[in-house]
């Protein structure tokens, strides 16, 4: 338990994580994650972050060279210092980001997983309906008018640009796919759900002229 680790201190720093911190303080609060496939979300950064809009999408050899760098670094880094160290370290983070297996631990070791409610940002984006229905009714909220659904469904997105991105290089995808597969598979395990390997999105990645 939380008060079990005060004064707890490992090298580098506390032993105390956010999730820790969070259930000290609320530990019947009920928590909703959206995940989307790690590599489409890092392709989506790169573009979104990285490069003006009057300058037009960068090509997939930048995004190669940026890719082939950031993992070389990451794995230096883990070689050096280990995982834990270069987790908090946060560097490069939009590569980071998609580890989604090592960021959800340290919450399912405190919450239950009745009180979380995991998602897919594809499932989610192919019915939304369905979906924010799944997540009313775990809040223990109403259900909408129809009135109320239409106005949320048809409300403009916010960031809608990733079908015009170039498409990835195939051997830029071999290389993601490779580095993040073994976060990937110890998410589906943590979660029991094989849908958290993104298989279908890989699969559908190789029929589309873009990287959605």
């Not at 890719?67 to 990451?74: G, L, M």
């Amino acid at each position: 338990s939380f008060p079990a680790r005060r004064g707890l201190a490992v090298r580098r720093g506390i032993n105390v994580t956010l999730a820790d911190l969070i259930h000290e303080a609320q530990p019947y609060q009920r928590l909703i994650v959206i995940m989307r496939d790690p590599i489409s979300r890092y392709y989506s950064a790169f573009h979104y972050y990285g490069h003006k809009k009057s300058e037009g999408f960068a090509p997939a050899e930048k995004f190669h060279e940026r890719a082939v760098t950031e993992t070389q670094r990451w794995n230096e880094c883990v070689e050096k210092s280990g995982l834990a160290f270069c987790l908090k370290r946060y560097d490069p983070q939009q590569l980071i980001k998609g580890m989604y297996a090592e960021f959800v631990e340290p919450w399912l070791r405190v919450f239950p997983k009745e009180q979380v409610l995991f998602l897919r940002s594809e499932d989610y984006k192919a019915a939304p309906r369905e979906h924010l229905t799944t997540v009313l009714r775990f809040l223990g909220m109403r259900d909408l008018t129809d009135d109320e659904w239409e106005r949320m469904t048809s409300a403009k997105r916010a960031n809608a640009q990733s079908s015009r991105y170039p498409r990835m290089l195939p051997e830029t995808r071999e290389l993601l796919e490779k580095f993040f597969a073994p976060y990937n598979a110890k998410l589906a395990k943590m979660l029991g759900d094989e849908r958290y390997l993104w298989n279908d999105v890989r699969q559908a990645s190789e029929a589309s002229p873009a990287v959605a």
